[in-house]
């Protein structure tokens, strides 16, 4: 079955041996395609266009994610290891991949959402949020990406979350200008968090992160799983007490995950975030 693989180059034989699990599942079919192929592939090919967009005749990208690992294994033995030297095949091709770096930004009024094309939700990454000047004056960050829809109703209001703890874009200079909260988990690394971001814009303030919310809600509290340890260097004496009551379980738990608060706790903390300006 593997005849058109070794009639061009006897050298596959022994990766093919090595690789005989992945082999044993091709069909005839896919042998042709793999020959068909390996002769298309070159380093830096794709010049950085995606995967998806591979410049080969008569093969889908579908089928090469499908056996990449023995596709890899045998352009590696063709040209003497530069496909492992390189990282990975797509790195060998010289593709561009999806980044997972994209985080949600949400306008929170009509206002802001007419100045987004009134879109209802973004995706951005974190170098496009830096650079990009969005409107509204009012910015709530917040930790996690299910807890972004918590938030509503805030007059020139913008929501931007799911970014965990890439906050490298809040060094943003158009973000200087607005009214800044976070919400993260009150749990250590929440606290860390928040610390970050204060670092970057030093006027953000903390929403839902103090002892009232964890009294609220003490019953909900977990033990983290692992804690940061140390006190982070941006938090007001408030909140440096409360890192290490959490971190000592003074309340019985270390973590109150913000998923973890009522709805309506929710809503009257953001009316009060908003009366203060």
Same mark, same amino acid.
């Given at each position: 079955?593997?005849?058109?693989l070794?009639?061009?180059?006897s050298?596959?034989?022994?990766?093919?041996?090595?690789?005989?699990?992945?082999? @044993?599942? /091709?069909?005839? #079919?896919d042998? @042709?395609?793999i +020959?068909?192929?390996? &002769?298309?592939? #070159?380093?830096?090919m !794709?010049?950085?266009?995606?995967?998806? !967009?591979?410049?080969? *005749?008569?093969?889908?990208?579908?089928?090469?994610?499908?056996?990449?690992n023995?596709?890899?294994?045998? /352009?590696?033995?063709r040209?003497? =290891?530069?496909v492992?030297?390189?990282?990975?095949?797509w790195?060998?091709? =010289?593709?561009?991949?999806?980044t997972?770096? @994209?985080?949600?930004?949400?306008p929170?009024c +009509?206002?802001?959402?007419?100045?987004l094309?009134n879109?209802?939700?973004?995706?951005l990454t974190s170098?496009?949020?830096?650079?990009?000047?969005? &409107?509204?004056e009012?910015?709530?960050?917040i930790?996690?990406?299910q807890s972004?829809? !918590?938030?509503d109703d805030? &007059?020139?209001g913008?929501a931007?979350?799911?970014?965990?703890?890439?906050?490298?874009?809040?060094?943003a !200079? $158009?973000?200087?200008?607005?009214k800044?909260?976070y919400?993260?988990?009150l749990?250590s $690394?929440g606290f860390?968090?928040?610390?970050?971001?204060? =670092?970057?814009?030093?006027?953000?303030?903390?929403?839902?992160?103090?002892?009232? *919310?964890v009294?609220?809600h003490?019953?909900?509290?977990?033990?983290?799983?692992?804690? #940061?340890?140390a006190i982070?260097?941006?938090l007001?004496?408030d909140?440096? #007490?409360?890192?290490?009551e959490?971190?000592?379980?003074?309340? =019985?738990?270390s973590?109150?995950?913000?998923? @973890?608060l009522?709805?309506?706790?929710?809503?009257?903390?953001?009316?009060d975030?908003?009366?203060e300006?």
């Open positions: 079955m593997v005849a058109p070794v009639a061009d180059d050298a596959y034989y022994p990766i093919l041996v090595r690789n005989i699990e992945s082999v @044993r599942q /091709l069909d005839s #079919h042998v @042709r395609a +020959a068909r192929l390996l &002769p298309q592939m #070159h380093q830096g !794709a010049k950085q266009c995606f995967p998806r !967009a591979l410049p080969v *005749t008569g093969i889908d990208t579908k089928f090469i994610e499908t056996h990449v023995l596709i890899s294994a045998l /352009l590696d033995q040209d003497d =290891g530069a492992s030297t390189a990282g990975d095949l790195n060998w091709l =010289g593709t561009r991949r999806q997972k770096d @994209r985080i949600w930004v949400r929170l +009509a206002q802001t959402r007419s100045a094309a879109l209802e939700y973004l995706q170098d496009v949020l830096r650079d990009t000047r969005l &409107p509204g009012r910015v709530v960050i930790e996690n990406e972004g829809y !918590a938030v805030i &007059p020139l913008l931007i979350f799911g970014a965990g703890r890439n906050l490298a874009w809040m060094r !200079a $158009w973000l200087r200008e607005k800044i909260a919400w993260g988990d749990d $690394w860390e968090m928040l610390s970050q971001a204060r =670092g970057h814009q030093p006027h953000t303030q903390s929403l839902m992160m103090d002892r009232e *919310t009294l609220r003490r019953e909900r509290l977990v033990d983290e799983a692992s804690t #940061h340890a982070p260097p941006y007001n004496e909140e440096s #007490h409360l890192f290490m959490l971190r000592d379980r003074v309340y =019985g738990g973590r109150l995950e913000q998923e @973890r009522s709805a309506d706790f929710i809503r009257t903390r953001i009316v975030w908003i009366s300006f």
